[in-house]
């Protein structure tokens, strides 16, 4: 009778064993999904405090149209501070001044940047957005520079920035032509 108990003994542990194995291998694939799930609630989570961050953001409303060489002064200034050449800026123009709702208008000028890097443009934009409240960039074009072994990365880039401002009763300077 002791080989027969110590087969079944065996026979037992060994079932067990496996339940336990099969038990393990579940509880690790629902821990790699938990965790999936979790970086995904957390991605979630951050995407929706921007949204929300986004929406609470306030348009600021200057008091009269700015003229271009604040914005050419703004735009020197950021250049200088993101660490971009300033003999990058080549050109700003006037692209609109249409009114919107409210006695508002909206001023819109397009800016060029010449031969700036991918992480040139980066900063400037990100330089831009933290000092600059009154003008947002609306469009951003690149086109692909290639014209030298170092230029690879290099792009002119199209900026138009907006900016809102109070409509007075005198019309515009362009628009009285």
């Known amino acids: 009778m002791t080989r027969k108990h110590a087969l079944l003994g065996f026979a037992v542990f060994a079932v067990l ?25 957390t991605q979630v989570e951050q995407e929706t405090q921007r949204l929300i961050d986004l929406r609470a953001r306030q348009d600021v409303v200057a008091a009269a149209r700015r003229p271009p060489q604040d914005v050419i002064a703004l735009v020197n200034k ?5 660490g971009v050449p300033t003999d990058r800026f080549k050109n700003l123009e ?9 006695g508002l208008r909206r001023q819109t000028l397009r800016l060029l940047l010449e031969q700036v890097s991918l992480p040139q443009l980066g900063q400037f934009l ?8 009154l ?30 401002y109070f409509a007075d009763t005198a019309e515009p300077k ?4």
């Open 17 to 41: 064993a496996f339940v336990v194995a099969l038990r393990a291998h579940a509880l690790a694939a629902a821990n790699t999904l938990a965790d999936a799930r979790e970086a995904s609630l």
């Open 78 to 82: 950021t250049l200088r501070e993101a």
């Open 94 to 102: 006037p692209e609109s001044d249409v009114p919107t709702s409210g």
């Open 126 to 133: 990100a330089e831009w957005r933290t000092r600059q409240d």
């Open 135 to 164: 003008w947002t960039p609306t469009s951003i074009e690149l086109t692909h520079r290639v014209s030298g072994a170092d230029a690879d990365d290099h792009f002119d880039v199209r900026v138009v920035v907006g900016a809102t």
């Open 174 to 177: 362009e628009a009285a032509k």
